[in-house]
């Protein structure tokens, strides 16, 4: 299939199924696929930090991506992160996952290095000179420490660097000159990753949206993306204020006992699991798992939202 | 050899000189170690962040160990960094560099994910527990946004799980705490990753010193270390004085152009090619290259200093 | 005047004119007032940080309050900043703009201190409990480095502390959180201080904007809030694009040679010179003044929105 | 008495001791400033961060300097902090504490606002221009968010704006720098604030210290300089390690219920009254009291350091 220029749509950043053993769990992935795509989300997106990229090892990231992309067989469009510190290793990812079938990768700013602006333009610029697919860049500044600036991702858009931007930085007003900038490069995408401003982010222009909630409510996220491209002002309100309410189940891990990271996706596992779309809650090492009064809160989140 | 208990004295992570186009430059790395042991330092650590670790493949980095540890074989202890975001990722490495020879592990904090404490403990006791040699934490706040206290390294010092400390953060009052602490624990290791303290930092206790600019100047150190050790601190303190002095070079590149690491590390890498140690200056992408009149500079320092 | 509950409606923060030697241009200043005034605005928020409040001495900040509150008598309520670093000193404030005719104080988080959330709460009960006028919460992070957690402001508008919250974190999934926990506290108000997404606040349930521009245009934020209370966001949303795009002034200052409260203060103050609404346009010490080719700038995004 | 140029030697930052009431407690205050001359301190500084000057009146302010300036009548230097946001606002505390007897002000970087160093430079400038005394930078990046960079310091220096610096950055590489710079500038004081590691400051050329801890050990310090002064650096690292042992106290209050200012403040003052110089530990509001368990904490480490 052609990559849709712009991409549009609720495209889910998938979670990763692990076994007990910490392996990918290639048949509950498969599940997580069919259920995303049954729900009518509009294309798929592996390896990124709600599939916990950062946790998986290069045999697993590659096992993910030939899996899921065996799968929808062009379906919809599958896209990966090669989330990695600097250009070289981010090349190595780029053929890693095109290789094992991708359509479209996406990327950070580089991280543990200090890093310029000029320098984050030239990452750019080198990693879509060579990856044979298109390139859309992450922003994600709780986890890479550098909001990318509208201005320098507008600059790589009008050059024809960029394809899209997934923007997780929770700035909206960032968002919106993302938006307002990108109407001058008509095949460019501006996609959210908020789970709880999708709405907002889409009556000023979004192209769409890439909730990891969508994992564990895709009717939801589907239903939300076309009120607000019929005008249902109202309606999506409230479906935005129901899945805000569901979103109160990431907060379910202790903080004194983990990280946000923990908590968040050991939740939307957790949620999967209880949905029964999953074998096993598990997350990556060094993260710690649910207790199981944990679960019962995520539980209870489930059956408020009417999704047990 | 079997690895020192505590490992002691002037430890450079060394640079890593590349080609033109950026492949790893091994004759120049073995001159660089010939350089460096030749100057009487008492370990060399590899692929760490003045290595450039962060911008070298996988396939660079087990290059480099291997290069490394063929050459000095045995004759001083190689510790190598398995810089990555999470345990699984970095167990890899550790496989990797251990296969390569690398007799000691140097593993920072999780980074790009959401951690809490408890997590760094684990990440540190699973990485140890499957590691084939010694783990040394990796304290760098600068890169992975974490700072690691100092009460949970002297907890995983006292259990065992770590044999040492290199401590970048440039906290000295915390870098004491350390210094305090393991003093209950003989065979830990407590190093400083300062050019600029060093003699502070040897001056309460440390251990050793494990500055980037001891690839322009080991001798320098390694005098250092020794007038330290002799108790003569006012040779240090005029030493360290010459050091900070060399030290300026650092900031040869213009901020307006590039960031702290394009400038450091292009100046390390300068100033080696001007000493005639190393071929080619050029630094990994996306960093900015030194221009002509900032490598002047660079050659300025090195002259101030003695050493052209 | 019993002062509304909630309050609501676009509530501007007034500029401080300044007389070439600094002092407060009183006549200035009531131009202001009946600028705004005139183009319909529901309340005046003096002494924020729009109006320089930190820069303000005492004497200075008396004079606003009074100058202001005397001048509009009770036709529509006047808010007033009493920002500073701890609740003693914020006492202090508070007993002064109350004499001075302010009819509800606004208070931040403390700051300069290190602070611990159970003390931000004990912070604002201690200051409701001897203010004689209402208290609203003033979030704003980028000044004094702590985000209001909602469920704090939440807890606090359920025990009648606090009235209201004006929410200046550009933090917009925050103040969903906000709008929608608010509910359930009818009198309680939900501000946003955001210049930028207002029209997103206000069709998520905002119950007023308080936006530095509206010194600048206050007809604009005026029409944007009757077009959202009209349910007609088309029209909401090109008013808000046209805002957005005014608001570039704010960045008419070079960055190598100022802060952004000097280029955006600045650029207010000229703007309102411009307009022929105020008489000087100097901000306070040590701020940097706009050059002639700054002003010039400011000029050209006053005159594309359509206000020379 | 002439202000010494350099400043040198133990110049404690005083606690002050406030009522039940939380007015200020001058008999008290005066015990604390006997308990410190008496142990031969070379300066006494007062409304600094240990002071609570974030959280005094001005009106206090005024008391404590009157007080101890009183008290003490030219025998030894007596700084005062002129804590505030911008200009204007310093420049009213300068006239304020001079007028009650302060021979030299020490003032921080703005704050609250977003600044430009060249207006950090013009806020030294404009304030040494007015005040009657000299001026002393206050390097608090913990408080202010900025951190001074030492070529601002030593160009302020070089042109006679300021006097001395009080380093509390905690970055001993910073304050080498500053150091070594200050050669050229005979009269211009570089103190450290830090309590931890004086003995190092002092090694490498600090002209004296102000450690908060003195208020409690004040011999302690005074001892540790001595040592230092007279080259007997064995001593000194004796010293200096039981008084980092003592400052264990700071951590005396739970930091779940808690922030660090309440914490640390609130030991300081348990110690003052445990050692008899002080009527009562309370702290400033919103600060959180020690509980008694606490207490019994801080009473532990002045057994385990000889002080009770």
Not at 13 to 20: A, R
Not at 46 to 59: H, P, R, Y
Not at 195 to 204: N, P, V
Not at 266 to 283: H, Q, W, Y
């Amino acid at each position: 299939m052609t990559f849709p220029a712009p991409l549009t749509g609720v495209v889910p950043p998938l979670c990763t199924p692990l076994t007990p053993e910490r392996e990918v769990d290639v048949p509950s992935l498969l599940r997580l696929v069919d259920h995303l795509v049954g729900a009518g989300v509009h294309g798929l997106f592996v390896l990124g930090s709600t599939s916990e990229a950062a946790f998986l090892t290069d045999a697993q990231r590659r096992r993910v991506v030939e899996a899921v992309a065996g799968h929808v067989g062009g379906q919809l469009p599958v896209l990966a992160g090669v989330i990695d510190m600097t250009t070289p290793r981010v090349l190595d990812h780029v053929r890693a996952v095109t290789a094992a079938g991708a359509e479209a990768v996406v990327v950070t700013a580089p991280f543990y290095a200090r890093t310029h602006p000029s320098e984050i333009v030239h990452h750019y610029r080198r990693t879509a000179a060579l990856s044979p697919v298109p390139v859309i860049a992450y922003d994600i500044p709780v986890a890479v420490h550098t909001k990318l600036p509208p201005e320098l991702v507008l600059g790589l858009a009008g050059d024809g660097v960029l394809a899209g931007v997934k923007d997780s930085s929770g700035d909206l007003a960032a968002f919106r000159e993302l938006v307002t900038g990108a109407r001058a490069h008509p095949g460019f995408a501006v996609l959210t990753g908020s789970e709880l401003i999708a709405d907002a982010a889409l009556a000023l222009g979004a192209d769409g949206a890439v909730p990891g909630l969508a994992n564990v409510d895709p009717h939801g996220y589907v239903r939300l993306y076309r009120q607000c491209r019929a005008g249902d002002w109202e309606g999506a309100r409230a479906e935005q204020d129901r899945l805000c309410a569901l979103f109160g189940l990431t907060g379910a891990g202790d903080p004194a006992r983990m990280g946000g990271s923990s908590s968040a996706l050991g939740a939307f596992k957790a949620a999967l699991r209880l949905r029964g779309v999953i074998d096993c809650p598990v997350t990556a090492e060094p993260q710690v798992p649910l207790s199981g009064e944990e679960t019962e809160k995520v539980a209870k989140f489930l059956a408020s939202a009417g999704l047990l």
